[in-house]
């Protein structure tokens, strides 16, 4: 029996590949690890979600349907009418989510839960949040009340301070093709199996194939998707590789869209525990920088 006590919050979103799916997702085609992560989640959720990934592609709608979850909320009732549910968003013809509107979201969420339950904050384009609104509310995730959760969604989450997005549990969305999902089954094996050596020029050959590719960015934001799903296939059977390893996937993710490569991330988490212990952890890597 493994102890999952051990791994922090945003390694426990790789964790739960074989939990059923619950019923009021029965309508969502797709995303199938997704929804049974968050299913697993709905009696003891992380403070914080960054649900994330392009245009159109249902994130937003699995928030509402999670929000719905955790506050026992019957499908085919509004959403928005439950007293416990708060939604944030860009007011008309605004260009950003401002700190006024923060404001009295954190305003709102020290009030007594009117059900009983949870209360659920939504911010929906949250890469729209100006400065201001960002610094609030991440001193509102930090320091949150009893049984508050806030849904972050975002095509853009690298658009978010580094800070605030390091507190989030970052649930990522993408379509990818069954050949693409294969293509990266057989470099996970690479990373988690072969020597040190071999895992780099892997990495390295990975590199300029993505690099090559109009949108770097995407391609490596799929392609570390594809690894996160592989990585929680293999969590049961091998927790302590897949737990190094989800440690080098999410220091890689953050750093998508950075000045600094994810191979980088990736790299340091092929190092050898024995070797690792002993060296200090490179700036590049810095939580503070993530």
């Known amino acids: 029996m493994v102890d999952y006590s051990q791994f922090s919050d945003k390694v426990l979103f790789l964790c739960y590949p074989t939990q059923m799916i619950d019923p009021l997702f029965a309508d969502v085609t797709g995303h199938e690890t997704i929804l049974k992560i968050l299913t697993r989640a709905k009696e003891t959720p992380a403070t914080a979600y960054l649900f994330s990934g392009s245009s159109g592609i249902g994130k937003k709608m699995v928030a509402e349907k999670f929000a719905r979850l955790l506050l026992k909320q019957d499908a085919h009732l509004p959403l928005d009418a439950h007293p416990d549910f708060i939604r944030v968003e860009r007011e008309a013809e605004a260009k950003e989510i401002t700190v006024k509107q923060a404001r009295a979201l954190i305003e709102r969420i020290y009030l007594t839960s009117a059900r009983g339950g949870f209360r659920v904050a939504l911010i929906a384009q949250a890469d729209r949040l100006n400065e201001e609104a960002c610094n609030a509310l991440l001193k509102a995730v930090e320091e949150p009340p009893a049984s508050m959760v806030y849904l972050f969604v975002t095509e853009l989450p690298n658009r978010l301070p580094a800070t605030l997005r390091s507190r989030l549990v970052t649930i990522p969305f993408s379509g ?73 996937l999410i220091h890689a993710w953050h750093m998508n869209g950075s000045s600094l490569s994810p191979r980088l991330a990736l790299e340091w988490a092929a190092i050898p525990l024995s070797i690792k212990s002993s060296l200090s952890l490179p700036s590049f890597l810095e939580s503070s920088f993530l």
């Open 176 to 248: 990818r093709s069954s050949e693409t999902h294969e293509d990266q089954s057989q470099l996970f094996e690479t990373l988690m199996h072969e020597p040190v050596g071999v895992q780099c020029a892997a990495l390295e050959e990975l590199n300029k194939k993505v690099e090559a590719e109009d949108d770097a960015e995407q391609k490596w934001r799929h392609v570390l998707q594809s690894l996160m799903q592989n990585c929680a296939m293999t969590l049961v059977d091998h927790p302590t590789e897949a737990l190094r390893f989800g440690h080098g």
